[in-house]
Nanobody, 123 residues
Framework: ESQLVESGGRSVQAGESLRLSCAPS????????MAWFRQGSGKEREWVAW???????DVVDSAKGRFTISRENGRNILYLDMNSAKPEDTAMYYC?????????????????WGRGTQVTVSS
């Protein structure tokens, strides 16, 4: 069973917005770095955004100004708000929890993963 569960992926038109959610299924990763990764068809998995234990965030250059990562601490829910979606955002999106309180963009530093939620942006 996956330790994290993503939801919210769907098919949208370019320019529209959507919100992805991620919830722990076994453990509560309180104080851990949490992040979103994505993998398009035929492409390598890439880092998208992270939020560390202090609430600081970073987003991949291609999505800066459009994507926002946030955490609802009371429910340990992770969100990715995708604004002005583009066709190149089409991918399977995965949430992940890191082993430490600080964050990296290396998938090897994450110890729990969801099974993914598909986002398709058409134009």
């Amino acid at each position: 069973e996956s330790q994290l569960v993503e939801s919210g992926g769907r098919s949208v038109q370019a320019g529209e917005s959507l919100r992805l959610s991620c919830a722990p299924s076994i453990y509560a990763y309180s104080g851990h770095c949490m992040a979103w990764f994505r993998q398009g068809s035929g492409k390598e998995r890439e880092w998208v955004a992270w939020i560390n234990s202090g609430g600081f965030t970073d987003v991949v250059d291609s999505a800066k100004g459009r994507f926002t990562i946030s955490r609802e601490n009371g429910r340990n829910i992770l969100y990715l708000d995708m604004n002005s979606a583009k066709p190149e955002d089409t991918a399977m999106y995965y949430c992940a929890a890191g082993r430490e309180t600080w964050c990296t963009t290396d998938s090897a530093d994450y110890i729990a993963w969801g099974r993914g939620t598909q986002v398709t942006v058409s134009s």
